[in-house]
């Protein structure tokens, strides 16, 4: 069912992946970014019918005709794989980037060696006044997954929003603040140009075993956390496509951080 969902260029790139695991995620994600974004048409557009492109960047996003009346405010996607869980974020209107890691993520290097490589002074600062390896890691990877929203939700990646160039700050008050370094060669380097401080975001804990962070653009909408529920309007949906679909915001499922 998931495979006559997908495009003919899909099916190849999915059999073209190395083993059956990785070609059987690969059909799901596919699967999985058709049936949502069908959701949010109600069921207007058939989740056969959606067309993609690709930014510069690399970045998916829906080929929309001109003359398309099916849906009256754009849609925007993005999407995250873990080995165990892929995570499709949608919203209506607005750029998102969204990313998933599992809180026992094994790191190749040394925390510390990884934040100075990758992190800004005042990120391995953070880090590095966390006596305890465990909570330290944990950070890590909170400050890593936020990272990836954002340059996700930038429509640029890594390579085109390198993660050394803006710094992520965890509060003390659960807010999350996001500084951008000054630019300091402003003739020859171009990465700064797409950065701002102008996004908000949420991370949460999954089933007590990934982190999730997601990022839209700030439209100035007050976000309500003090009870327990996910800013931004958010709603998180426990989904295998035509088999379950049940909200689980608000769940022991669910956690929010910040």
């Given at each position: 069912?998931?495979?006559?969902?997908?495009?003919?260029?899909?099916?190849?790139?999915?059999?073209?992946?190395?083993?059956?695991?990785?070609?059987?995620?690969?059909?799901?994600?596919?699967?999985?970014?058709?049936?949502?974004?069908?959701?949010?048409?109600?069921?207007?557009?058939?989740?056969?019918?959606?067309?993609?492109?690709?930014?510069?960047?690399?970045?998916?996003?829906?080929?929309?005709?001109?003359?398309?009346?099916?849906?009256?405010?754009?849609?925007?996607?993005?999407?995250?794989?873990?080995?165990?869980?892929?995570?499709?974020?949608?919203?209506?209107?607005?750029?998102?980037?969204?990313?998933?890691?599992?809180?026992?993520?094994?790191?190749?290097?040394?925390?510390?060696?990884?934040?100075?490589?990758?992190?800004?002074?005042?990120?391995?600062?953070?880090?590095?006044?966390?006596?305890?390896?465990?909570?330290?890691?944990?950070?890590?990877?909170?400050?890593?997954?936020?990272?990836?929203?954002?340059?996700?939700?930038?429509?640029?990646?890594?390579?085109?929003?390198?993660?050394?160039?803006?710094?992520?700050?965890?509060?003390?008050?659960?807010?999350?603040?996001?500084?951008?370094?000054?630019?300091v060669f402003k003739d020859s380097d171009s990465s700064y140009d797409c950065?701002?401080?102008?996004?908000?975001?949420?991370?949460?804990?999954?089933?007590?075993?990934?982190?999730?962070?997601?990022?839209?653009?700030?439209?100035?909408?007050?976000?309500?956390?003090?009870?327990?529920?996910?800013?931004?309007?958010?709603?998180?949906?426990?989904?295998?496509?035509?088999?379950?679909?049940?909200?689980?915001?608000?769940?022991?499922?669910?956690?929010?951080?910040?």
């Amino acid at each position: 069912m998931y495979m006559d969902l997908l495009s003919p260029s899909e099916r190849k790139t999915a059999l073209s992946m190395n083993g059956e695991k990785l070609q059987k995620g690969a059909v799901l994600s596919r699967a999985l970014v058709r049936t949502t974004l069908s959701r949010y048409t109600d069921c207007k557009v058939d989740p056969r019918s959606f067309e993609f492109k690709k930014n510069k960047f690399g970045k998916p996003e829906i080929l929309w005709q001109s003359d398309d009346s099916r849906m009256e405010w754009p849609l925007h996607f993005n999407i995250s794989h873990t080995t165990s869980l892929i995570a499709c974020g949608i919203t209506i209107d607005t750029p998102i980037g969204i990313d998933i890691e599992e809180k026992k993520r094994k790191t190749m290097k040394n925390i510390l060696s990884l934040a100075h490589r990758y992190f800004t002074p005042s990120e391995v600062d953070y880090l590095t006044k966390i006596p305890d390896p465990d909570a330290q890691q944990k950070e890590f990877i909170k400050l890593w997954t936020l990272k990836e929203a954002y340059v996700k939700a930038l429509g640029r990646g890594f390579s085109g929003a390198p993660f050394n160039k803006f710094s992520i700050i965890l509060a003390a008050n659960n807010r999350i603040q996001i500084s951008v370094a000054p630019k300091v060669f402003k003739d020859s380097d171009s990465s700064y140009d797409c950065l701002s401080e102008n996004w908000q975001f949420s991370l949460a804990e999954l089933n007590s075993s990934h982190y999730m962070a997601v990022c839209v653009e700030d439209d100035l909408r007050s976000s309500d956390s003090g009870n327990g529920r996910l800013p931004l309007g958010l709603k998180v949906w426990k989904t295998v496509p035509f088999l379950e679909d049940t909200l689980v915001s608000g769940t022991e499922a669910v956690k929010l951080i910040s």
